[in-house]
């Protein structure tokens, strides 16, 4: 699995014509906002060559191929669809200069330069656009982005949601940018890597806003960490967008412990910590290839059936909560799915995740059980259609052929979302998992 | 722009630098020195109109004139436009320099076969020169009523071949007719009649040639572009002064060529752009200019950009409803206030 996805294909001449890449399952086209190397640059397989921006996240493009930068064919600000070529890498290893040389100048004279016939920016915020014409009094336009305004964030990377718009209608206007990107100067460059995912840009760290009414004796105000800032909003998102609904079985532990106990020293003697989680997460995404309606995501009025499953872990940290994905969970065993969900919570609370570790997810495993909780109702992940939450496994006293039996036990609350699937199919899928846990044919 | 086309066989006009003593002029003074000082330094130009002669023109731009050149380089016409501008043709390709007055400049359109389709193509049809100006006093505010008050210069930036100048102070009117003669194409000479005794500012005497298709900035700011030209920059002017704000004001002068980088330039700066005139709206300069920015200055817009001009209406003779229907300074406060909050 190459890094970043970045693919480039090898034209004529020794060059490589480097594309953009498919940053993540959902997104179709990038945004370039900075070029790190400039035409005539040398470059090295793998160096940073420039900063693309999604509408999910922003993601460094390494070099396919050491050599030198012959050609920017997408200038910065410039949108556009995966696949597209952004650049040409001249590999020096020529293999038939000629063919295929008159075509890449072409494209790149039609790059940059062709400034007013290029594509408009993204069209982040389009939405809810009207005319914007006669009285400008009385629409909501706190989401209209002007093209300059589009065209200046994305050129200092700016998050527009973030920023306050002074003008009509709370219009983010040319002024508050500059505001921003002033006010961003002049703050410490600091940038954290966690967040919630989908990764969203990074909101960049500005003076606390003036807060609408000062401390009271007794309370203490402090401004959201830019991740605290990215759950909020994902949360609040994510609630108004999906039809949430939850429901839960309860599974009886016993096979999952005696089968743990078998394992467990072998398994400890290779370096995995073998949980209870890991005997979930191979349950589920094995129900999940029987219903791949939870492996999906909506968009629009279609419904996008995942072939893989990328499973995406909770994990809590100190300061907030950050969801790394699994890539094509279905290929590992129990053994590496143990071993696949130690390293990514490692990787997670010692910061060291990248983008591509929180993005692509397709359904999401929450484990608050950990912490002695009995029962939830979590909040789906967008674009998700589906979480499964493992609460903590106790004991209870469960009736087991009409006799009395202490079991360990736990609640596996599912939250789905209605328009994409129904009660009755959240509950055979949970049905499935409690099957297969409580077969203890876990593998 | 066809500027390379448009471009015969004439020398270009020479541009004396010599920083010449200014006076004050109106803006119908500054007019009537150009033309006297053309006619005295050059004998092939001439002036020709209705009542231009003894009687000095019905503005008096030609006061004098016909004492100090006589008959045969001021000449009286009969009221027939298209025989005005026709005769004007003619005189030009034997090698003259005619300026032609038109009376008012709702009149031109008994004149507009031999402008448009004659004086606009012969140097595309047959490579022949045509160095004509056509004096156009236009504009209303004076209760003129429809056909005194017109302001018809869109008519003529859908003629290819014709110049269309427009200029809104004494100097720029004084500098755009001298170079206005000295241009080898068909010029059309937009004069704004409110503007003749209101407007009074320094200009330069002797020589003074302003180049035609450059726009002037008549007050930098960053805030807003105002795009006018004619009697609109000076209600531009006045709108920024008395709301105090961070406006600029870009004076078009010329209306075809136009100076697009000016335009684009300052577009760039403010991301705001109202484009002012008092002609009527529809496919006027305003649209133009829109689309302009429009077409290059996409990605640097903050705001629609908007137009302040007449509606599409004849200009009415009643004081109150032509009020109504020309752009008024109150309007221009309004439509800069809103584009400044946008």
Redesign the interface.
């Known amino acids: 699995m190459s890094s970043s996805g970045t693919s480039a294909a090898l034209a004529a001449g020794g060059r490589v014509e480097v594309t953009m890449p498919q940053m993540g399952i959902s997104v179709s086209e990038g945004t370039i906002v900075e070029w790190r190397k400039q035409p005539g640059d040398e470059v090295v397989a793998d160096e940073v060559l420039c900063e693309v921006s999604t509408d999910k996240i922003d993601v460094e493009i390494p070099c396919p191929a050491s050599g030198v930068l012959e050609s920017v064919l997408v200038g910065e600000g410039e949108t556009v669809a995966v696949g597209t070529p952004i650049a040409l890498v001249l590999t020096g290893e020529s293999n038939g200069e000629g063919a295929g040389t008159a075509g890449a100048r072409e494209r790149a004279a039609a790059g940059p330069g062709a400034g007013g016939s290029s594509a408009a920016p993204g069209p982040k915020g389009t939405g809810d656009r009207r005319p914007a014409t006669g009285d400008p009094g009385e629409l909501d336009r706190s989401r209209f982005y002007s093209p300059v305004v589009q065209r200046m964030a994305a050129e200092h990377g700016i998050d527009l949601e973030s920023i306050a718009g002074t003008g009509v209608g709370g219009r983010v206007r040319k002024k508050d940018v500059e505001t921003a990107i002033a006010a961003r100067s002049a703050a410490p460059a600091h940038k954290t890597l966690h967040t919630e995912s989908p990764y969203r840009p990074e909101p960049e760290a500005q003076a606390p806003a003036p807060s609408a009414r000062p401390a009271l004796a007794g309370e203490r105000r402090e401004v959201m960490t830019p991740m605290r800032k990215a759950i909020a909003e994902h949360m609040v998102r994510s609630r108004r967008t999906a039809a949430h609904v939850t429901t839960v079985v309860e599974v009886d532990f016993s096979a999952v412990r005696r089968r743990r106990a078998e394992l467990r020293a072998d398994l400890e003697r290779r370096g995995v910590k073998l949980t209870y989680l890991a005997f979930v997460a191979r349950a589920a995404v094995a129900a999940l290839q029987e219903f791949p309606v939870l492996n999906a995501s909506v968009d629009g009025e279609e419904l996008v059936y995942h072939d893989s499953v990328n499973l995406g872990i909770a994990v809590a940290l100190d300061d907030g909560l950050v969801v790394p994905v699994i890539p094509r969970a279905e290929r590992l065993s129990l053994e590496g799915m143990a071993a696949a969900i130690a390293e990514v919570a490692e990787k997670a609370r010692t910061g060291r995740l990248v983008p591509d570790d929180v993005q692509g997810g397709t359904f999401t495993i929450t484990n608050p059980g950990q912490f002695g909780a009995i029962i939830a109702t979590p909040i789906i992940n967008q674009p998700q259609v589906a979480i499964l939450d493992l609460e903590a496994v106790v004991k209870r006293p469960v009736v087991v052929d009409d006799a009395i039996a202490i079991r360990p036990m736990a609640y596996l609350p599912l939250s789905f979302d209605h328009r994409a699937l129904d009660g009755a199919t959240a509950a055979r899928f949970l049905s499935r998992i409690k099957a297969i846990l409580e077969s203890g044919d876990v593998s | 722009m066809a500027e390379a086309q448009l471009t015969s066989d004439e020398p270009a006009p020479a541009v004396e630098a010599q920083a010449p003593a200014t006076r004050e002029l109106t803006y119908l003074e500054a007019i009537s020195e150009a033309l006297r000082e053309e006619m005295r330094r050059d004998e092939t130009v001439i002036c020709m109109g209705e009542d231009i002669g003894a009687f000095g023109g019905a503005f008096k731009v030609t006061d004098g004139f016909y004492e100090e050149f006589g008959a045969a380089r001021v000449i009286n016409t009969p009221l027939a436009e298209n025989a005005i501008i026709g005769t004007a043709v003619g005189a030009a390709i034997e090698g003259l320099r005619p300026v032609c007055e038109m009376q008012f400049a709702d009149f031109i359109s008994c004149g507009f076969d031999q402008l448009v389709n004659v004086a606009a193509k012969l140097h595309y049809r047959q490579g022949i020169a045509v160095p004509i100006v056509v004096r156009l006093p236009s504009g209303g505010g004076f209760s003129g009523g429809p056909f005194h008050s017109q302001n018809p210069e869109a008519w003529f930036l859908q003629a290819p071949g014709l110049k269309v100048v427009a200029p809104a102070t004494a100097a720029d009117a004084k500098g755009l007719l001298i170079s206005a003669i000295r241009d080898p194409n068909p010029v059309c000479f937009l004069e704004h009649k409110g503007l003749y005794r209101t407007v009074r500012d320094e200009v330069p005497a002797g020589e003074h040639a302003v180049p035609l298709g450059k726009a002037r900035v008549a007050r930098e700011g960053s805030e807003l572009t105002v795009i006018a030209y004619g009697s609109s920059v000076h209600l531009a002017l006045r709108a920024a002064e008395e709301l105090g704000e961070d406006i600029e004001v870009i004076d078009l002068r010329s209306l075809c060529p136009m100076d697009t980088e000016a335009i684009l330039a300052s577009v760039r700066k403010t ?1 705001k752009v109202l484009v002012a005139h008092e002609a009527t709206r529809s496919c006027g300069v305003g649209a133009e200019v829109s689309a302009l920015i429009a ?2 200055a ?7 950009v908007r137009r302040l001009t007449a509606p599409d209406v004849p200009i009415p003779f009643s004081p109150p409803l032509e009020q109504a229907v020309l752009p008024q300074l109150d309007d221009m406060k309004e439509a800069c206030d ?1 584009l400044l ?2």
């Open positions: 991301s077409e290059h996409f990605e640097y817009l903050d705001a629609p809103e909050r946008y």
